[in-house]
């Protein structure tokens, strides 16, 4: 127990150090990392402005970490909810108890408004869509 305490205080230690990185950079400073798919094609995928999306949460700005990557900034809330009861399933069991409790359409429906959300902010009509900057 003690072992998957320490392994786990470990990987909250480097995930809040992460965070803290990414909320002490500037807008443009290297933290926002370059999405290889925009790169190699010139278009968005529906990754594109996460990471600046997550600054833009860590700073509080929700307006402007939609702007960056809605489909991210609303899965974020899940996201760290899933994380954390994995962490304390980990804990307490030493297992992940937490994945196979939850049903999967909901996963499959995330992932196909992903795609559609990444095809689709790539169409002039659905600009708004497309990060404010890149």
Not at 67 to 96: E, H, Q, W
Request: proline letters at 5%; hydrophobic letters at 55%.
């Amino acid at each position: 127990m003690k072992k998957r305490i320490a392994i786990t205080a470990a990987a909250a230690f480097f995930a809040a150090a992460a965070l803290l990185y990414l909320y002490l950079t500037g807008e443009g400073e290297g933290a926002g990392i370059p999405c290889p798919v925009y790169q190699l094609t010139g278009l968005f995928c529906s990754g594109c402005g996460a990471s600046r999306a997550l600054r833009s949460v860590l700073h509080l700005d929700f307006y402007q970490a939609l702007r960056y990557n809605a489909v991210f900034t609303l899965a974020l809330p899940f996201m760290a909810a899933y994380f954390g009861a994995l962490a304390i399933s980990f804990v307490r069991f030493g297992k992940d108890e937490i994945s196979k409790k939850i049903p999967m359409w909901p996963i499959w429906l995330f992932i196909g408004a992903a795609i559609i959300y990444g095809v689709l902010r790539n169409f002039p009509l659905f600009a708004f869509l497309a990060p404010t900057t890149l």
